[in-house]
């Protein structure tokens, strides 16, 4: 949530911009082709909207208007969210990559890890920490 503005994917195939102070649907984004569901929730800053999907992508939306501003692909679905910090964006894959993203969604980096990384990352005093589905949990950033 962001300016009293709500940002969340539905199992429908659909980002939706929620206006909370007068309850309506502001806009509505559908991603094309192959139709799948969002399971992750949606990071956002002041212009974008970023969302994993079951279609293998990431997805950044701008934020006032829901039109796409690009996608990235991954080698399997996106169902953890994203983290935008600063001028990168982190988020793992089932493929096992953790990848790192310019906001123009160019890959700056990526990270194989020991399995599938079906959550979140979290980010704090310089350190992103995220888990895999073989319960390893990995420490990122400055000691």
């Given at each position: ?19 909370l ?102 980010v ?11 319960g ?8």
């Open positions: 949530m962001l300016d009293g503005f709500l940002y969340v994917g539905t199992m429908s195939n659909q980002v939706l911009a929620i206006d102070k007068n309850l309506r649907v502001a806009w509505e984004f559908e991603a094309p082709k192959r139709k799948q569901p969002f399971y992750a929730s949606a990071a956002v800053d002041n212009d974008l909207v970023v969302i994993g999907s079951r279609d293998n992508k990431v997805w950044a939306l701008d934020r006032k208007t829901g039109k796409r501003k690009w996608d990235f692909l991954t080698d399997h679905k996106v169902d953890g969210s994203a983290v935008i910090v600063g001028d990168r964006i982190y988020v793992g894959s089932y493929d096992r990559r953790l990848y790192v993203l310019d906001r123009a969604g160019k890959k700056v980096a990526d990270f194989e890890l020991d399995g599938a990384i079906m959550g979140s990352p979290a704090a005093g310089g350190r992103l920490v995220i888990g895999t589905e073989k390893t949990v990995y420490c990122l950033g400055a000691k």
